[in-house]
């Protein structure tokens, strides 16, 4: 699997939140949410909350095959959670958190989970895109928005209808992120598709799937040729040439494209060993037993 990434902050003299990562056969794109000040709740941080989670999950997507998608995810939280239980306030509504999406490559075809406003696009052959995304948390902060970008940054009133906005997380009718319950794993949008005929996946933070949703300069089949033509570079530089013409304050933004999926595929399938038999016959060289022999 050939995989391109491009992450930029939202500010030079911010800390990227969003993390991304990748192997041979599994991507996985975190990005992360919190207030700033709030280093009292957890000394770590937004950004090591995302990096954790994303390093931990890719690391159990490659030693646990067997396992879904969604238990592993759940499993990644849990350990992440374990990791600062017990120096920070896990459960405090402002507590580093996180939106998810993941692709892995397994036994002819491509598995994928988004939990939270991360988005996940398979491109097919001749066909429309396949678009996995969770509006759970969009519909919800909707009502919150406005108010939110008009307070200013870091001030008691936009911390407080960001505390607002959180309290319907994690629960139901609200919308769900990684935290500190492993359980919101449950909730995420998982599935398959055959790996046969698609050409390319690409995973999205929010800040750079607002080319669609926010600022509609293209759609995702325009989306996918620019990827194809010039890389994740080039939309994360139309999405800041967009916040900068329209006065909207930049977001992180990330993109992870991924091609060459049927040979990332193939490579990943056990090879058939060839188990030596007794010798009671010589065989010919040149014979296809022959040459099967001396490529093991």
């Given at each position: 699997m050939r995989?391109?990434m491009t992450?930029?902050p939202?500010r030079?003299?911010r800390?990227?939140?969003?993390?991304?990562?990748?192997?041979?056969?599994?991507?996985v794109?975190?990005?992360?949410?919190g207030?700033?000040?709030?280093?009292?709740?957890?000394r770590?941080?937004?950004a090591?909350?995302a990096?954790?989670?994303?390093?931990?999950l890719l690391?159990?997507?490659?030693?646990a095959q067997?396992?879904?998608?969604?238990a592993?995810?759940?499993?990644?939280?849990?350990?992440?959670t374990d990791?600062h239980?017990?120096?920070?306030?896990?459960?405090?509504?402002i507590?580093p958190s996180?939106?998810v999406?993941?692709?892995?490559?397994?036994?002819?075809l491509?598995?994928?989970?988004?939990?939270?406003?991360?988005?996940?696009?398979l491109?097919?052959a001749?066909?429309a895109?396949f678009?996995?995304c969770?509006?759970?948390?969009?519909?919800?902060?909707?009502s919150?928005?406005?108010?939110?970008?008009?307070?200013a940054?870091?001030?008691?009133?936009?911390?407080?209808?960001?505390?607002?906005?959180?309290?319907n997380?994690?629960?139901?009718?609200g919308?769900?992120?990684?935290k500190?319950d492993?359980r919101?794993?449950a909730?995420a949008?998982?599935?398959?598709?055959?790996?046969?005929?698609l050409?390319?996946a690409?995973?999205?933070?929010?800040?750079?799937g607002r080319?669609?949703?926010r600022?509609r300069?293209?759609?995702?089949?325009?989306?996918?040729?620019?990827?194809?033509?010039?890389?994740?570079?080039?939309?994360?530089?139309?999405v800041?040439?967009?916040?900068a013409?329209?006065?909207?304050?930049?977001?992180?933004?990330?993109i992870?494209?991924?091609?060459?999926?049927?040979?990332?595929?193939?490579?990943?399938r056990?090879?058939?060993?060839?188990m030596?038999?007794?010798r009671?016959?010589?065989?010919?060289?040149?014979?296809?037993?022959?040459?099967?022999?001396?490529?093991r």
């Amino acid at each position: 699997m050939r995989v391109t990434m491009t992450s930029v902050p939202k500010r030079a003299d911010r800390a990227n939140e969003d993390f991304t990562c990748a192997g041979p056969t599994a991507a996985v794109l975190i990005d992360g949410a919190g207030i700033p000040g709030a280093e009292s709740i957890c000394r770590h941080g937004v950004a090591w909350y995302a990096a954790r989670l994303g390093g931990c999950l890719l690391s159990l997507l490659s030693l646990a095959q067997d396992r879904g998608l969604p238990a592993l995810l759940a499993e990644a939280i849990e350990q992440v959670t374990d990791d600062h239980r017990d120096t920070c306030d896990v459960a405090d509504p402002i507590s580093p958190s996180a939106t998810v999406a993941v692709l892995r490559l397994s036994g002819g075809l491509l598995e994928y989970l988004v939990l939270g406003d991360s988005i996940l696009v398979l491109d097919g052959a001749g066909a429309a895109p396949f678009v996995v995304c969770d509006p759970r948390e969009v519909i919800i902060s909707r009502s919150y928005q406005p108010a939110i970008e008009a307070a200013a940054e870091g001030g008691d009133e936009r911390r407080r209808l960001l505390r607002d906005l959180r309290a319907n997380r994690n629960r139901p009718g609200g919308f769900w992120l990684a935290k500190d319950d492993p359980r919101a794993a449950a909730e995420a949008i998982a599935g398959s598709r055959p790996i046969s005929g698609l050409t390319a996946a690409v995973l999205l933070s929010n800040g750079a799937g607002r080319i669609v949703d926010r600022f509609r300069l293209a759609d995702w089949p325009q989306v996918l040729a620019v990827l194809a033509a010039s890389g994740p570079a080039e939309i994360i530089r139309q999405v800041r040439e967009a916040e900068a013409r329209h006065g909207v304050a930049a977001d992180d933004a990330t993109i992870t494209y991924c091609t060459d999926l049927s040979e990332a595929a193939d490579a990943a399938r056990p090879a058939v060993q060839l188990m030596p038999g007794p010798r009671t016959a010589r065989v010919p060289t040149g014979s296809r037993a022959t040459r099967a022999r001396r490529t093991r």
